[in-house]
């Protein structure tokens, strides 16, 4: 049984930081990619970044490139989302996701094998 367990989520005032955190358990994340996706009220959910942990390599989406870093840690298949310089349309629910089919910088939502259960994130102004 696959599952994928966010962490850090949270309250914080806009230009502040927060962690995600992404264990995974029945999943090894060499498997495959993981990545962050995240769901503002009334909009999609929308991917915003991927780490290909065989490799390294790592692509984001737009609107999050420069204050977003997203990174792994094999030994406890954790994978991470730094998130610097916060600004009020971050706010969303974040989910991990686990997928087998890597698409670099295309976030595909139904290509994606296994959700976390999303953590919250909330930027004041």
């Known amino acids: 049984q696959v599952e994928l367990v966010e962490s850090g989520g949270g309250s914080v005032q806009a230009g502040g930081s927060l962690r995600l955190a992404c264990e995974a358990s029945?999943?090894?994340?060499?498997?495959?990619?993981m990545g962050w996706f995240r769901q503002a009220p009334g909009k999609e959910r929308e991917g915003i970044a991927t780490?290909?942990?065989?490799?390294?390599?790592?692509y984001y989406t737009d609107s999050v490139k420069g204050r977003f870093t997203i990174s792994q840690d094999k030994a406890k298949n954790t994978v991470y989302l730094q998130m610097n310089t916060l600004k009020p349309e971050d706010t969303a629910m974040y989910y991990c996701?686990?997928?087998?089919?890597?698409?670099?910088?295309?976030?595909?939502?139904?290509?994606?094998?296994?959700w976390g259960q999303g953590t919250q994130v909330t930027v004041s102004s």
């Open positions: 996701a686990a997928y087998s089919i890597c698409r670099g910088a295309r976030w595909v939502p139904g290509e994606v094998n296994y």
């Open positions: 029945g999943w090894t994340i060499s498997y495959g990619c």
């Open positions: 780490i290909v942990p065989y490799t390294a390599a790592t």
